[in-house]
């Protein structure tokens, strides 16, 4: 089952001709899940060919206009082209009240049923059959959160052969156990699924930091994501500066993707005033070689592990 992550917006605070504001999308089978919402995020995704009528949920980091501007345009764009699928938005304290606001003002009808979800703790968010995605509190200079999408380990790989010599016939019992339910033979004999398949299989994990200073726990939070998204608005040279604007740099987005033990990093929300982020990337790639500073539309392919 493939999973892509598409680069929206990749810019910090203001944008420019080559970066749309923050904005994150995650693609998995029939979902859309995004990270944060940047102002035109809507025209980012019709050139990146994404759809508006998907299930979907929008997590928000925190209520910087960087980071949510995009909401009111993305939504009226959805009702414009009749969505009817119920959208689903995650954000700190402030979210709601914000929608709120804009659609008052606004006076604009929505086709489709919009849930907000104000997240005031660190925990799991949202969970689905096969996922969850939990909130951590980032540090930033108002309240930010991050988040992580993590998949439920996948049962094992099936035997046939095990199953047959156990006597279940072929058909929906080998789907039942293969989907991790016992079973139970003509001759009462029960059958687990641990007796016909390997061990589970991981699932994927991506961490979205959001804007924030290194902060306490991601180590943790993020241990063995398989993509960490991390932001570096500014370069090391910086570091004084990030500290007070609630920011990271490249080499400490690094150093919590290497403590982490993440198998890739990526920075974004990068500055104006790097015409050029070759500088980003190579003062990263000192404490973590596997590192790529994400432009608008950069697509990552995220495939299954074997195990
Ligand atoms: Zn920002
Ligand atoms: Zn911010």
Same mark, same amino acid.
């Given at each position: ?163 047959? +010599?156990?006597? !279940?016939? =072929?058909?929906? &019992? ?10 139970? #033979? $003509? ?96 003062? +990263?790639?000192? !404490?973590? =070689?596997?590192? &790529? ?10 495939? #299954? $592990?074997?195990?």
């Amino acid at each position: 089952m493939s999973m892509h992550v598409i680069f929206l917006g990749t810019g910090g605070s203001v944008p420019t001709g080559a970066r749309s504001l923050p904005a994150v999308l995650v693609k998995r089978q029939n979902e859309q899940l995004m990270f944060d919402c940047g102002e035109g995020a809507q025209r980012q995704m019709i050139k990146a060919k994404v759809g508006f009528h998907r299930k979907m949920k929008i997590f928000v980091s925190h209520m910087h206009g960087d980071h949510v501007l995009g909401l009111p345009g993305l939504l009226q764009t959805m009702a414009l082209l009749d969505r009817q699928k119920k959208l689903e938005v995650y954000g700190p304290e402030g979210i709601k009240q914000f929608l709120e606001c804009v659609r008052e003002s606004l006076q604009f009808g929505l086709t489709f049923p919009v849930e907000i979800q104000e997240v005031y703790d660190a925990g799991v968010v949202c969970e689905e059959k096969d996922y969850t995605v939990e909130a951590a509190k980032a540090d930033h200079v108002v309240a930010s959160l991050a988040y992580a999408f993590a998949e439920k380990p996948r049962p094992g790989k099936f035997f046939p052969e095990k199953a047959k +010599a156990l006597g !279940v016939p =072929e058909g929906e &019992l080998w789907s039942k156990l293969q989907h991790g339910d016992d079973i139970k #033979l $003509p001759n009462g004999r029960v059958v687990s699924p641990s007796e016909v398949l390997g061990s589970p299989r991981k699932g994927r994990k991506i961490v979205y930091t959001g804007d924030t200073r290194p902060f306490r726990g991601f180590a943790k939070f993020a241990a063995g994501a398989d993509l960490v998204i991390h932001e570096a608005t500014f370069d090391d040279a910086l570091a004084e500066k990030a500290e007070v604007d609630g920011h990271s740099t490249p080499s400490q987005a690094a150093m919590e993707a290497k403590r982490a033990k993440a198998k890739k990093l990526v920075l974004t929300h990068i500055s104006a005033r790097y015409a050029d982020a070759g500088l980003l990337l190579e003062q +990263a790639r000192k !404490v973590f =070689e596997n590192t &790529l500073v994400a432009d608008d539309f950069l697509v990552l392919e995220l495939p #299954l $592990p074997d195990s």
